[in-house]
């Protein structure tokens, strides 16, 4: 394995965790997360623990969920190795925080985090992001989310943030509707530029602006007033994103291809989605403004 303190990262990645969580049930009041600790049985093809934390039902947040996990695995699956192909086959080892947050107020927006660290052989490369997932477009959430992803990656040179934001539109888009997640963000993979150390700092910067990214915006809009038509537009957008995680996302594939933790893997499920046959806003409206204006890539800062 390469030559990074592993245990290093895995205290990081188990703090970041119990600092989100911290955070957002100060935010939501009386809820608490569940804390499901899991370890895979001997003989699995998969080995390893996590900590999976789960709040549901809260007066902010309908889901959340926050997953570490640390597995390792006797061969790398094809989705960890359709840019490394001379490692397919190869033993590994990973780990990461995952999460999504679901709101139950529709004009608070659906958001998505991740730091991994994948290893293999002597190889180490990083990966993550975060992106924001709206149901009501508001340009200053858009302009605050990008403008704190933007000053995270600084440190990292000034092509990082343009690079992974573009890397972030045409990743989390949905190929079979023609039509993006959400108003994107920040995502990388497959990153071994400089070093593990730097890689490890990288993920480390994401990490923490988090909070920072999220937090005001849901500080904004938690109190807005909504009735049942928001309510069936969020469903029904809610479901392009069950449809992006399942279909299109390497996270997801790789979880299942290995073997991993079904109930973990499948925490961004959202507890209540909609489908509806050709389904098109009335022109004009709010929920038409989000399609037409705020998903389509654009540059927020």
């Known amino acids: 394995m390469p030559t990074i303190d592993t245990g290093a990262v895995r205290a990081w990645l188990a703090g970041l965790q119990d600092r989100i ?4 049930e100060a935010l939501d009041g009386p809820a608490r997360f569940l804390e499901d600790r899991w370890q895979k049985a001997p003989g699995e093809p998969l080995q390893g623990d996590g900590v999976t934390k789960i709040l549901e039902g ?19 699956p094809p989705s960890a ?6 490692l397919a086959g190869a033993p590994f080892e990973a780990m990461g925080v995952s999460l999504v947050f679901h709101p139950l ?23 993550g992001g975060m992106d924001l997932t709206p149901y009501y477009g508001f340009e200053d959430d858009c302009v605050h989310f990008h403008a704190v992803c933007r000053d995270a990656l600084a440190p990292f040179g000034g ?12 990743y989390f888009f949905n190929k079979h509707r023609g039509e993006p997640r959400g108003i994107g963000g920040i995502f990388f993979d497959d990153f071994a530029e400089g070093g593990a150390e730097h890689g490890f700092a990288l993920i480390r910067a994401v990490g923490d602006a988090f909070l920072p990214a999220y937090l ?3 500080e904004r809009r938690r109190a807005m007033p909504w009735g049942e038509r928001e309510r069936d537009h969020q469903r029904v957008r809610r479901g392009r994103y069950v449809e992006f995680n399942l279909v299109w996302d390497r996270g997801t594939h790789f979880g299942l291809q290995s073997g991993g ?9 959202p507890p209540q989605v909609a489908w509806r046959y050709q389904y098109q806003p009335h022109p004009g409206s709010p929920e ?14």
């Open 288 to 301: 038409a403004a989000l399609t037409e204006r705020f998903l389509p890539p654009r540059a927020w800062i």
């Open 216 to 218: 005001p915006i849901v």
């Open 159 to 170: 092509d990082k943030y343009p690079r992974f934001k573009q890397w972030c539109d045409e």
């Open 21 to 24: 969580t911290g955070a957002i």
């Open 261 to 269: 933790r079904t109930e973990s893997i499948l925490l961004s499920m």
């Open 81 to 86: 190795t359709q840019h490394r192909p001379e």
């Open 105 to 127: 107020n529709p004009y608070v927006p659906t958001v998505h985090m991740n730091v991994r660290m994948i290893a293999a052989a002597d190889a180490c490369w990083f990966g």
């Open 58 to 76: 809260g007066a902010v947040f309908e889901r959340a969920g926050v997953g570490f996990s640390h597995v390792r695995g006797p061969r790398l």
